[in-house]
């Protein structure tokens, strides 16, 4: 089993955090893995990507040109991100910063409500993990349990309080993903 994924967005919507803790969850499950991010440099509200390579085989290279699956967060990720999904892989997307929705029909599109859903959760600071826990229902790379223990890994001790919300979100964007396609 080998999976490329690019998640992609703005900067602020924790992106290179989502990445590097599905990065994490494949190393304790034993898998290999590459963990790429790419930014610019604004912090907040620049576009921020990264490419996450898992696999049960070494990776012999982490640059990619096309991915299994794209996590696609904002309006210009999706316009450059779209066409490099392989044919027959999956594209997940929140609707609140798409104006044009995506448009191939080869591909696998599903979409996440995960603004709106993060606001159910009345924490904002949720949303990567709500969108990850929707792309791990559509791609299940890695188990929801160690997701966590990669979040315990990553958090720094003082926001381990903030697990057990992250948990509910992670369910939460498994239930709100649906299939845009019907493919």
């Known amino acids: 089993m080998k999976h490329e994924i690019i998640i992609a967005g703005f900067g602020g919507q924790g992106v290179l955090s989502m990445g590097k803790i599905l990065a994490y969850a494949a190393l304790f ?16 509200g620049g576009t921020a ?24 967060l904002n309006q210009p990720s999706l316009d450059k991100f779209e066409s490099a999904i392989k044919p027959g892989g999956t594209l997940i ?14 591909i696998r599109v599903l979409q996440i409500d995960a603004m709106d859903a993060v606001a159910q959760l009345d924490d904002v600071k949720a949303y990567n993990m ?22 315990k890994k990553t958090l720094p001790q003082r926001h381990h309080h903030l697990i057990p919300l992250n948990e509910k979100a992670l369910q939460k964007g498994a239930e709100v993903i649906h299939e845009v396609n019907g493919q």
């Open 29 to 44: 499950e034993g898998k290999e893995v590459t963990w790429m991010p790419s930014y610019g440099p604004e912090q907040r």
């Open 130 to 151: 709500l969108v990850l826990g929707g792309m791990l229902k559509a791609c299940p790379v890695v188990s929801n349990a160690n997701i966590l223990q990669a979040l």
């Open 49 to 72: 990507n990264v490419t996450v390579i898992v696999s049960d085989e070494r990776i012999s290279s982490p640059i990619l040109s096309q991915y299994d699956t794209a996590v696609i």
């Open 93 to 106: 997307y929140d609707p609140y910063g798409i104006i044009n929705p995506p448009s191939r029909t080869d």
